[in-house]
C-alpha cells in the first residue's frame, strides 16, 4: 500500500470508528478492515466506483457511500 492509499486507509478507520461508537455497533459491522483497504487502494471519486468494492451492497452504499467518498476527497489532499 503506498502512503496516499495508506492514508485514506487511516482516514476510513477513524470515520468507521466514529460511525460505529454512534450508532453502538462493532466497528466491523460497518465495513470490515479488508472492504476499508479496498477502499483505499481503488481511491474511488464515484458510487458507481465504490460500489465495485466486494463488501458494498445497495444498503451500505446508500447508508455510508456519500460519507466514504467525502473521507476519501479529503483524506489526501
Known amino acids: 500500500m503506498d502512503v496516499a492509499?495508506?492514508?485514506?486507509f487511516v482516514s476510513l478507520k477513524a470515520w468507521r470508528a466514529e460511525?460505529?461508537?454512534h450508532h453502538n455497533l462493532p466497528a466491523f459491522v460497518i465495513f470490515h478492515d479488508s472492504t476499508l483497504r479496498s477502499i483505499?487502494?481503488?481511491?474511488?471519486?464515484s458510487a458507481d466506483q465504490l460500489s465495485t468494492v466486494s463488501?458494498?451492497?445497495a444498503k451500505k452504499?446508500?447508508?455510508?457511500?456519500?460519507?466514504?467518498?467525502?473521507?476519501i476527497?479529503?483524506?489526501v489532499p
Not at 5 to 8: G, I, L, M
Not at 61 to 70: F, P, R, S
Open 5 to 8: 492509499s495508506q492514508a485514506r
Open 55 to 57: 463488501g458494498i451492497g
Open 19 to 21: 460511525v460505529a461508537a
Open 61 to 71: 452504499l446508500e447508508a455510508y457511500g456519500d460519507e466514504v467518498l467525502a473521507v
Open 73 to 75: 476527497k479529503r483524506s
Open 40 to 45: 483505499a487502494l481503488l481511491n474511488p471519486t
